[in-house]
C-alpha cells in the first residue's frame, strides 16, 4: 500500500517536472547554502588553527610594552639575560631564546629584496617551532662572536635565487656581507595574514652588532615542555620578570604575555561563532524553501480536487489521501535536499581550493541538513494534505 502511494506521488511529481522543479529550488538553495557555510567555516577554523599552531603550539611570546601590538612604546627593552635566567629559574621549559628584529633591504645573485631579518639566540630555532630545510645550524662560536652567518626563509631564498641554490651564497644587508649556511623549512601563511617564510636569521649578537647598532632584545620565546602548566608558569615568569625589571608593587607589568595555545583556542572559538551564525541565516532560505512546497502543494490539491473525489468515492480513506499528500512534499523536499548536498560538495571543493582553506566533509552535517529538508517536506505539506484529505467527496466531484 505505501509503495503504491509512493508511485502515485512520484508520478503526480512527473506530470509538472518544470513546477516541481521550480519548487525544489528553494529547498536546493537552503540546503547548499547551510552545508556550504558550516564545511568552510570548519575549514578557516582549521586554517587558523594550524596557523597558529606552527607558532607553536606551546609557546610563550613576552614583548615589551602592557598591551599586545602596543609596540613597547615607552617600556625597557628585554636583554639576553633574561632568557638566561629564565632557564635557570622556572622549570617546565623546554627551549627559551631572545629575539630581535629589523627591515631591511637584502641583495645576493644581483636581486634584492626588502625583509624582515631576526636575531636569536641560540635556542631560536627550537624556542621558535621552526625547522631546516637544508645546511646546518648556527655553531656556538658563530652566536658568541656574532659570525658573519646567516639562514633564509623560502619566500627570501625563491626571490633572490629562484630555484637556484644558496647555500653558500653570500648575502649582502645594509654595510655587511654574511655566508649563507641554511634555509628554514617553509611555514607558509602566519595567523594574522603575515609570511612567516619573508625572513633572514642571523646570530643575535650579528644582528645587534651590524644590523641595529644596539642591545635591544623585542621578545622572549618560551617553548614549554609537554604537560606544562601553563598558568603556574606564566605566574612565576611574571613575578621573575617583574622582578628583573625592578617594578615596585603599585605599577603594572610593562611587558605582555601572549599564550599561542589560548590564542588558537580563542581565534578558533570566534570563528565557530560566526561560523554559527553564517549557518542559521542561510538556514532562513529553507524555511523559504518549506513555505513555496506549501504553496504548490495548495495549488495541486486545487487542481487535482476531482481525481481526489473520485478516490474518496471508491473507497480511499482520509489517511490513504492525506499520506499521498505528505509523501509528494516529502519527495518534493528529500529531492531538492539531495541535490542541495550534491551542490554544495561541488561549490565547496571549488571555493575551499580558491580561498585556499583546507576542505573537511563533515558527514554529520550534510546527513543532518537532508533529514531536515525532508522533514520541512512533512511540516510544510501537511496543511495541503489535511486539507485534501477531508474534502467532501460529492463536493470534489461537483469541481470543475
Sequence with gaps: MLLNTILLALRSIRRNLLRSFLTMLGIVIGVGAVIAMVTLGNGATQAVHDQIASLGSNLLMVRTGQRMGQGGSGAPAFKEADAEAIALQIGGIRAVAAEAR??????ANGRNWTTTVTGGSADWITAANWTLSA????????????????????????????????????????QFSC?????????????MGNDQDDVVLLPL??????????????????????GSDATALQARLRLLLRERRKLGAAEEDNFNI??????????????RVM??????????????????IMNIMLVSVTERT??????????AQERDVLLQFLIEAMVLAALGGLAGVLLAAL?????AHALQLPYLFNPGVNLLSFLFSAGIGVVFGYVPARRAARMDPIEALRHE
Design 306 to 315: 476531482r481525481e481526489i473525489g473520485l478516490r474518496l468515492a471508491i473507497g
Design 258 to 271: 601572549l599564550d599561542t595555545r589560548q590564542l588558537a583556542e580563542t581565534m578558533s572559538g570566534a570563528t
Design 347 to 351: 561549490a565547496t571543493v571549488l571555493m
Design 135 to 174: 645546511g646546518r645550524q648556527f655553531d656556538d662560536g658563530e652566536q658568541r662572536a656574532g659570525g658573519a652567518v646567516c639562514a633564509l626563509g623560502a619566500t627570501v631564498a625563491r626571490s633572490l635565487f629562484g630555484r637556484r641554490d644558496p647555500l653558500g651564497e653570500r648575502l649582502r644587508i645594509k
Design 205 to 226: 649578537h650579528t644582528l645587534q652588532r651590524r644590523v641595529t647598532g644596539n642591545q635591544r632584545v623585542n621578545t622572549l620565546l618560551i617553548s614549554m615542555q609537554e
Design 179 to 191: 655566508v649563507i649556511v641554511a634555509l628554514l623549512a617553509p611555514k607558509g601563511q602566519g595567523a
Design 102 to 107: 629589523s627591515g631591511a633591504t637584502v641583495v
Design 275 to 292: 561560523t554559527t551564525l553564517l549557518a542559521a541565516v542561510a538556514a532562513v532560505s529553507l524555511l523559504v524553501g518549506g513555505i513555496g
